[in-house]
Structures are given as C-alpha cells and as structure tokens.
C-alpha cells in the first residue's frame, strides 16, 4: 500500500513537472523597444546602473558608436526620464522586438533538417547533423571532432578538414571558433557558410585556402546557450550552469584563465550578461575546450566569430599595450578587412584591441589563446548586424564575406612569412 502510494505521488510529480515544462514557453519580448543611445560614457553608465537593477529586463550592447539597448515596456517611461537627464540622444530602432524574433524563427524555406540551407537560423542538433554529413561525404578529408563538452553533457562538436598532402608533412593549423555568446545567431550561420564553401567551392582561391591549413572548426561551442536561445529565450548569452545560489550561467567568453574577472566582468551569478563563473574555467565548456586547444602543435590562426559591431579584434582585449607584431597583425587584419569590402561594397568600422577601438574586457579566448600558447595571429571577428539580428535571408551576404575576410587574413600572413 504503502508502495502503491508513493507511486502515485511519483506519478503525480511526474505529470506535474511535465506540465510546467511544458507550460514554459519561448519568451516572446512583446513590446520590449529597442534603442540606439549616444552621449557622454558617464550618462550611458548611469542609465545602466539605475536600470541595471532588474537585470533581464534592461539589455544592453556597447560598441564605440553607441550603446545599444533593450528595454522592458514597464521600464521605458523610466527609461526615457533618464535619457533626457543625462541628456542622451535615444533612437528608437525598434518599437517592438518581438515581432523581430518571430520573423527570424519563422523560416518557411526550412525544408529538410538533414540539410542546412543558410536561409534560416538552425538550432544545435541541425548543425551537428549537418557537420556529421559533410564529415561522410567528404571522407577523404575531413573528420568529425569533438572540442569538448557542455554542462548538459552536449558533445562540443566540429569538423577537421585536412587535404592530403603531398609528402605528408604536417600544416599549420586553423582554428575556429564561434557561437561562444548564445544569442549571436549569426556567427555559427557564417561559421557553417564558410565550411560549406571549404568544401563545396570551385574557386581556385577558396580551394587553394582549403588546402594550405589543418582546419579545426567549431560553430557552436556555448551548445546548452545556443540551444535556450532557440528554445526559450532569444537574449541568453551565457553556459546554462546552475550557480550556489540558484542563478544560472556564467559568461563563457570571460571565463579563460587570463586576467580573469578584471574588466567588463560581474561577479555576481545573478548578472544576465556577464558573471565570469566562480574562477577561471568554472564552466565545463571552457575547461575541456582549452584542454583541446593544448593538444594542437603548430596552431598558427586562431579566430573568433561574435556580434555584431563591424569591427576586428586583436589580442588583447584588456590592456592598451601592444602585443610585440602588432603591426603585423593590423596589416594583416587590414587585408581581411580590405578582401570582405569587395564582396557588398561595406567596410568594418574599425581594428585594433578592445581595450583602444570598444571596451577593456577580460577572460576571452582569444586572449588566453594568445597568452597561453603565443599564437601568433589570433583575432576576433564582430560580423555585422543590428543588436543580435540578422535577416536570415541575408546569412550568405555575411557568409561571402567571411570567405574572403579569411582569404585575405591568409594571404597576407603569407607574404609576411608567417607560414
Ligand atoms: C540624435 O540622433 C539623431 C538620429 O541619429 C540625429 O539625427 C540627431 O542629430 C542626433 N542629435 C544629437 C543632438 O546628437
Ligand atoms: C583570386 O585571387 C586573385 C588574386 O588575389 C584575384 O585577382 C582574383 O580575382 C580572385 N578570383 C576570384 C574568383 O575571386
Ligand atoms: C590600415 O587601414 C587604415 C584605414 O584603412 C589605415 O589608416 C592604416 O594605415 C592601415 N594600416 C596598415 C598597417 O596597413
């Protein structure tokens, strides 16, 4: 009897939890605006601060141009009050995002999930199919690799493309990552684009840079993120960790053990954005990435993907000092930049560190990578966009460009010797 009751309470918690998961639905962002704030450094922080307070209901993205942020409904008359105190030029950009996000997830050309198509925005196990289908069709090669794991036991999966060559001798090695920051949905689109184009393009150009390298690609490496950004809510950015405290997430890309948890940080578990985790790679998905990362010899590139400002990056992200070839690394980067104008007659902002042309931030990758390892070409990509959207019938304008921004990083770095 008393087994018989305890299996029906079981049965009962069990129909209930399946009810209230069932019941959480895809945050729908009704009536949130979307603004594009200028003004002075000390207004935009004061605007943060006051509306900080509750942190999922005031969003925000900060580029050298302006900070652009997301605001909840019932705070925007608050809002407003306080742009015209601190005498803040506020463009309304978007009167509701909401219909913004249902027009990204709406992809009636979405056919078959065996293929991706690079007209909609594709949800994690997509992608991982899709690299799972290029990894056996281009057997010869190519290989599916896994960079690691995510705290929902997501493999971190990628792709190896590695032509034969000749002699057999050993090339320098590629690497990619991207979709580090969840909402980004652009950057694992190009990440993809870019592989397909690897693979698939008969331009000499695209071919004979396919050829040089040993590339280690991978377009979703936050996969939990990636995954809640798609299923419940279109903002998140961070792991999907639960902290001590009950909040969740912490924000992989400040996460490395490079100055971790100086600048542009939170410690605090509960910030939407920007809680570094409780110490350098507290977060799985860090931790077993950079465990594979040692593993490379010879990794000459490391490249980043993020969204959007229309800049490039390069280490390091914290510090105005120069790493010893940065001039290298800004004629180079100029090249990339040079290449991707050509493709849609549209040139990046700007390049240099974060610290000089965006914001001082640290615990990145990229930083690390270099620090670690003195990678020598090491940078980050901001692809284009308004906040984190992107037409997805535009993916391929993006995509183009990123083939050539590549081409171009690659070509220059030849002619200075660095391969
Ligand atoms: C405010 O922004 C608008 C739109 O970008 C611009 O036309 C206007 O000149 C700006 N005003 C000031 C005072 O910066
Ligand atoms: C290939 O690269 C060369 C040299 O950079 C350039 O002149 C040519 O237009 C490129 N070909 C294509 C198809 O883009
Ligand atoms: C890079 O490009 C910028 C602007 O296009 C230019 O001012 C700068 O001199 C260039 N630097 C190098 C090293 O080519």
Redesign the pocket.
Known sequence: MLLQKNKLICLLLCVHIALTAGAKKYKDYKNFKYY?V?GSEEGLENLKNILQEDGDKLLYVTSRRSTEVVVAPELNMKFREIAALEKL?A?LLYNDISKVIQLEKASPLRKSKKCITWDAYYDVDDIYRYLTKMSKTYSKFTEPIVGGKSYEGRPIRGLRINTPTRNGETKPVFFIESGIHAREWIAPATTTYFINQLLTSADPNVTRLRDQFDWRIFPTVNPDGYHYSHTFDRMWRKTRSISSNGCIGADPNRNWDYNWGKESTSHDPCHYQLYCGSQPFSEVETRTLSSYISKIDNLLFYVSFHSAAAILLLPLSDSTEHVDNYDDLIQIGNASLEYGSKVNNVRYDSIGTAAEILYPASGGSMDWVRHTFETPLAYTYELRGSSFHWPPRRIPEQGNEVVQMILGLATEAKKLKYY
């Open positions: 594009d200028k030029n463009t």
